[in-house]
């Protein structure tokens, strides 16, 4: 059996109703609206890891798992009161959530006070893990990362020099840019302008044409895949030149479907990891995802990840202290001592054999597996580069 399987621990899944038996790991996506693809392919990694589990038996102490599936729409109040849910269940000892930075960003201090492990997959923003908060970790690459990797291959790689930067001024999409553009003036690069958009936006040929009189050699957008589309397939229709390039949040087919094959065509971006069909360590994982979902979604490894790791703190804290888990109450609120000994043992974490290698952390809870990947669309569908420096 892979080592990925192995360190999971005894579990099974169970309803969500009341248990006094059942311990939860919340799991927060957008999982209605135009980013739905990307949460469900989330919550698909996450639900394969209960699987995984599950087929191991029970938990210490005949304890059962349950995941708790809400939906905070990409919407920051949205995703403050998923937050407030999930602190509120006594049962849940572990959250895996949100996809967006600017949904994590204050969901993260609802869980810190609520001392309830916070484990994102993918919300990428530095910002949030420099709050100091001992709750938070993430299982992917940051954005002080992608950003300059970005910078690096469009101007040595691509020989960009005239560049033109959009983004959706969300926590995600304007964190990324100032990224990249920042990196670009260290390389001397001529930054033609730096505009944002509004997520849900459609028309942007306004802008577009403003653009194609500054006769950019690459126009890069920081932001989600229905607006990416959008500027992609107008862009055309705009007439602008040169290359288009963006970030992780356009890693989707539904991107290429919505821009059209044709439109799509030779289109960049970075990703938040590399190419998980290539890494030997994740081949188990991807066959039984595709088996069970289909095609591997963008962020569905880092939601595995993220879930397998909470499911191994629970394990160890079932197994380190028995006593809080028996439900009997002392001076301190037993939920507060049971997501306190999940900290504590995350607290502890030395690392385990994951997706991508061994997954470790640093003290501000950021993943030390830092790849970021570059992909291409080509014939209506996206082939991976190389991984990419952002050095």
Known sequence: MSPWLLFAGALVIAGCGRDDRVIKIGFV??????????????????????????????????????????DDQRNPTQAVVAAKRLVADRDVLAVVGHLNSSCTMPASAIYHQARLLQISPV???????????????RTCA???LQGPAAALFAVR??????????????TYGRGLANELEKKLRELGAEVLGHE?????????????????????????FAGMFPEGALLIKQRLDAGVGGSFMGGDGLFDPVLID???PEAAEGVILTTIGSDIHQVPTAQAFVNAYEERFGQVGAYSAYSYEATTIAIWAIQQA??????????????????????????????????????????RFDEKGDSLIRDIGLFTVQDGRFVFLKTASWE
Do not use: W
Not at 196 to 220: A, H, R, W
């Open 258 to 260: 919505l821009a059209t």
């Open 196 to 220: 944002g958009i509004t997520q849900g936006e459609k028309d942007f040929m306004p802008l577009l044409t403003k653009i194609k009189s500054l006769e950019p050699d690459l126009v890069y």
């Open 29 to 70: 996506a957008p999982l209605t609206g135009d980013q739905a693809p990307h949460g469900e392919d989330m919550r698909n990694g996450a639900k394969l890891a209960v699987e995984h589990a599950n087929v191991q038996g029970e938990l210490l102490g005949g304890y059962r798992l349950a995941l708790v599936e809400l």
């Open 142 to 144: 940051t954005d002080d």
């Open 318 to 359: 079932l197994q380190n202290n028995r006593n809080l888990f028996s439900r009997t109450s002392g001076g301190v609120s037993p939920v507060t001592e049971r997501r306190q000994a999940v900290l504590d043992v995350m607290d502890e974490f030395a690392g385990h054999p994951g997706l991508f290698g061994v997954q």
């Open 123 to 137: 919300s990428s923003n530095p910002q949030i893990s420099r709050q100091g908060f001992d709750t938070f970790y």
């Open 157 to 170: 790689e691509l020989g960009a020099t005239r560049i033109f930067i959009i983004d959706d001024v969300t």
